[in-house]
């Protein structure tokens, strides 16, 4: 995409937005290792979702609420460990934060130059990943915080519906920009892949959600803490007890996506799910300082011991994740995928950089197992300026094509060792990075090889 104009709307072909791809372009010309480039952006999307619940805390809560609320964003490991990765939830995930906190402005203020902002922070989220239509459609619950008051009520409410629609309007007409690249049908044709038919769920109605509800059951624990989740708890009751509207708001924001997801979703991931996470852990802030307000004494020390009970699992977690990633404790799905399976790229740097040592005098062929993903592009963004390698995508079957090949020059051919089958003649084992272990023993344990080719 950003050496071919003619490939900047490439995410459309698989039903994706480009808006994180397009941002993501001119960071390569700042950084040579193009997946450091991608997860700094994923870091700074991390910041902006920081900030967000900062302001968004401080203008409609207290200091202290602002605060909890950031801290929470900064070290909880549903955030951390999702902020570390090139991926578009969290770019998403701030343009909700700051969508939700512009919402609330615009019924508190009812200017319509914060509803044309609304609508660019909706849109910059429809760019960024569809699901932010949910949101669209979510945001006109912040119009339950307006003065409810009966004189002017009936202008009041004309007016804010007035600014939602223009933001609506606006947002809408930001996404159907992308008609102008190739590919837009794809964004609805690839929805049947993901979503389900409403249909299927007049028939079932809960199912997938009562699975979904068991994926949260240990998600949860896991990645967001006991103490937290007890602290969202909190937040909630609090905010039904003293009828804080601005509390109801921001969580119903955040869960109405969440539980459409969990009933429509035919694939669900805990990265789905990390837009709705930064409001809860707001709430959860709100909770937590609803409880320190009710503490006279020893306010001071308290407060500390709870920051030091929230700090126990994000620290332990944060330590696995730096020293001994193999033992994360990571949900099982989340920990196949991105630990123990062919998606997970355990050698990919290692491999790209003996190869591109190797090919500053001669040309190669690196044949790969697979056809998308992790192989070859995960191997072939490290040779982006190289004209020495040609990469030859194929199956788990070593090609007579690639054997021919070799008689004239060098051919690697890199592959996950559990998509091969279990003897390969004439080839020459180079590398190999072992994945992590699983925990289930019915699977083997992976690994990253790299061979040549014998003519």
């Known amino acids: 995409m950003k050496s071919e104009p003619t490939l900047r709307f490439l995410p459309l072909s698989d039903g994706k937005t480009p808006l994180f791809m397009w941002i993501m372009m001119p960071m390569f010309k700042v950084f040579s290792d193009p997946l450091y480039a991608g997860r700094i952006l994923a870091v700074i999307s991390g910041l902006g979702t920081l900030s967000g619940i900062y302001l968004l805390g401080r203008m409609f809560f207290n200091k202290r609420v602002a605060l909890l609320g950031a801290l929470l964003v900064a070290i909880t490991p549903y955030i951390v460990f999702f902020d570390r990765m090139a991926l578009v939830d969290t770019l998403l995930a701030a343009f909700i934060v700051w969508s939700i906190l512009v919402a609330l402005l615009v019924v508190k203020l009812k200017r ?24 669209v ?17 009936v202008q009041r409410v004309l007016k804010i519906f007035g600014l939602f629609v223009v933001s609506i309007v606006i947002a809408l007409g930001i996404y159907n920009a992308l008609r102008l690249g190739p590919g837009f049908v794809n964004l609805s044709s690839r929805n049947s892949d993901y979503v389900r038919d409403p249909s299927e769920l007049l028939k079932n109605p809960l199912d997938p959600f009562i699975p979904h509800f068991g994926d949260l059951v240990e998600w949860w624990p896991l990645l967001l803490g006991y103490p937290v989740i007890l602290a969202l708890v909190a937040g909630l009751i609090f ?73 126990i699992w994000p620290v332990h977690f944060v330590m696995k994740l730096h020293t001994d990633i193999e033992n994360t404790p990571l949900p099982k799905n989340e920990r196949r995928g991105y630990l123990e399976d062919w998606t997970a790229g355990y050698g990919l740097r290692e491999i790209a950089s003996k190869i591109n040592d190797f090919s500053k005098n001669e040309k190669v062929l690196v044949a790969t197992e697979g ?27 070593v090609q007579e094509l690639w054997r021919a090949e070799a008689e004239k020059q060098t051919v690697f051919f890199v592959a996950n060792k559990s998509r091969l089958p279990g003897h390969i003649d004439r080839v020459e084992l180079l590398d190999s990075f072992p994945k992590a272990k699983p925990l289930d023993s019915k699977y083997p344990q992976d690994a990253t090889v790299r061979y040549k080719i014998l003519p």
């Open 371 to 397: 056809s998308f993903g992790t192989l070859p592009e995960g191997l072939q963004i490290y040779f982006d300026k190289n004209p020495n390698v040609v990469f030859w995508p194929g199956t788990g079957e």
């Open 239 to 311: 905010a039904i007890l003293k009828k804080n509207r601005y509390a109801i708001a921001i969580f119903l924001i955040g869960l109405g996506p969440l539980l459409v997801q969990m009933a429509l979703l035919r694939t669900f991931t805990a990265r789905y799910l990390l837009f709705s996470m930064a409001p809860f852990l707001l709430i959860a802030a709100f909770g937590l300082d609803n409880i320190l307000t009710r503490v006279k004494k020893f306010q001071a020390t308290i407060t500390a011991l709870l920051i030091f009970i929230l700090l």
């Open 112 to 135: 319509l130059d914060l509803a044309i902002l609304l609508g660019f922070l909706l849109g910059g989220g429809l760019l960024t990943k569809t699901p932010a239509m949910l949101i």
């Open 137 to 153: 459609l979510m945001v006109p619950l912040s119009a339950i915080t307006m003065n409810f008051s009966p004189k002017g009520r």
